[in-house]
């Protein structure tokens, strides 16, 4: 061995350690994409829509900014029809699909991170319908749902069997349009959403929710971000940035100017089919009054 291959040797033996050990760290160290696309569809405000200006706007734009944010990632964001984002997000159009509820139907076919926030399936009916959200009550009736929604699969799966009309709208001005028209008996949507497109608005003064929302292993308990099977990284990554929202409060100030804050339960102190059957007021004596009264201890000094 000659004087040049003996310092080659040595050096080599000096640098190995170390290169090994900043090679080891740096495998396991979380990589961040520079850019993280999603997959959107800005026509159902307020989660995501367009404003005069052509800007995009709404809750779900909010939320994927700011987990964007914490991951030091650009958002980018892509317009797909919901009804095949499924497709789109396999295909690599983008790399994951803001909103979508987890269901285990779903779940066949991509993967999700945890919930951003709940979520509420109610039917909707003109007043005095008097409709339930079942198959018994809705036998007969035309009933219009989303494309490509955990709610559409539910009604097909649950309804039509039992001689429910189930109709499948891409747009939901179509399908208020078609609802307002009289070609509809009811509607089966998230509640924050037809709220929005129908019973916030003049011509929905007409209509109400009917009966209780809906609860379904088929409809899902909430809102969260879709991604392609075994995307473990992208999944990982918007998990710790949404747990960093909540940590900071960003999440709860975020949706709480989109969602109305859950109503506060009230203590009972009969049981709702055991109220008084008889009560006085203004010194009058009521029958099936069929109410309940908190009284509060006043103290005069």
């Given amino acids: 061995m000659n004087l040049?291959?003996?310092f080659l040797m040595r050096l080599l033996k000096f640098f190995s350690a170390p290169l090994i050990v900043l090679l080891a760290a740096g495998c396991t160290t979380a990589v961040v994409d520079p850019q993280i696309r999603f997959g959107v569809e800005p026509l159902v405000p307020p989660f995501e829509f367009r404003n005069e200006n052509g800007e995009l706007q709404g809750l779900n734009i909010e939320l994927g900014n700011a987990l964007c944010a914490e991951l030091k990632?650009?958002?980018?964001?892509?317009?797909q029809d919901y009804a095949t984002n499924i497709d789109a997000l396999e295909g690599g159009r983008f790399d994951a699909i803001m909103p979508m509820t987890a269901t285990s139907l779903r779940r066949e076919r991509v993967d999700f991170t945890e919930n951003l926030y709940?979520?509420?399936s109610r039917l909707v009916?003109?007043?005095g319908a008097n409709l339930q959200p079942d198959a018994q009550s809705l036998r007969g009736k035309r009933v219009g749902v989303l494309a490509g929604t955990s709610r559409e699969a539910f009604a097909k799966a649950r309804w039509a069997q039992a001689g429910v009309t189930v109709r499948s709208f891409n747009?939901?001005?179509q399908l208020v349009a078609s609802l307002l028209a009289g070609e509809l008996d009811a509607t089966l949507q998230d509640s924050i959403?037809?709220?929005y497109a129908l019973l916030s608005k003049p011509q929905g003064q007409g209509f109400d929710f009917a009966g209780p929302a809906i609860s379904d292993p088929m409809l899902g308990s909430g809102v969260a971000m879709a991604v392609r099977k075994n995307d473990t990284r992208l999944r990982n990554n918007l998990n710790a940035a949404l747990e960093r929202l909540k940590q900071n409060g960003q999440l709860q100030a975020i949706t709480q100017r989109y969602l109305p804050t859950p109503a506060l339960e009230v203590p009972r102190y009969f049981p709702a089919d055991r109220l008084?059957?008889?009560t006085t007021f203004a010194g009058k004596l009521v029958l099936d009054a069929g109410v309940?009264?908190?009284?509060l201890a006043v103290t005069t000094l």
Avoid: Q
């Fill in 193 to 195: 959403e037809i709220t």
């Fill in 276 to 278: 008084p059957a008889r």
């Fill in 73 to 79: 990632s650009r958002c980018v964001w892509v317009e």
């Fill in 171 to 173: 747009l939901n001005d």
């Fill in 118 to 120: 709940p979520l509420s």
């Fill in 292 to 295: 309940e009264v908190e009284c």
């Fill in 125 to 127: 009916a003109p007043k």
């Fill in 4 to 6: 040049d291959e003996g």
